[in-house]
C-alpha cells in the first residue's frame, strides 16, 4: 500500500503578476518533483578524486536529513514537496529547510500556502 501526500497551493494564474514571476510555480520545477517524489532515497554522486574507481565512491542522500536552502522559491511548490520528504523519511534526523526570495508578496503567498489548514508544514522558515 502506497503513502500519499497532498498540498494545496494558492498561485496566479499568469506567468507575471505584479511585476514578478514568483506567484506562480514554473514549469521546470514538476519534473524535479516528480524526480525526487520517486526517488526519495536518491543518491548523489561524490567523488574526491578525478580517477573514480570503486573505492572511492560515497554517497548521500539528496535532501533527507540535510539543511537545505532554496533560492527563489516562489509559492513553495519544491519547497514543499522537499519539507514533505525530510518529514517522512528522516524521522532520526528530518533536517531543515529554509525558503526564500526577494519579492515581499511572493513571500507573504509562500506563507499563506504554509499555513494553508490542508499542510503540514507550518515549521518551515521563510525569509526575504
Known sequence: MHDYSSATLLESRT????GTTGLRT???SFPLAQYLI?????LLLISHSKLITYEDL???EIVVSKN???LGSGVGFLGIIVA????MRGQNQPGTL???DIND???ERCRENLRLPCSRLTSCRISG
Not at 506567468?15 to 505584479?18: A, L
Not at 520517486?38 to 536518491?42: E, S, T
Open 15 to 18: 506567468t507575471i503578476e505584479g
Open 26 to 28: 514554473w514549469t521546470a
Open 38 to 42: 520517486q526517488n526519495p532515497g536518491a
Open 58 to 60: 560515497s554517497f548521500e
Open 68 to 70: 537545505v536552502l532554496e
Open 84 to 87: 514533505t520528504l525530510q518529514q
Open 98 to 100: 529554509w525558503l526564500t
Open 105 to 107: 508578496k511572493v513571500l
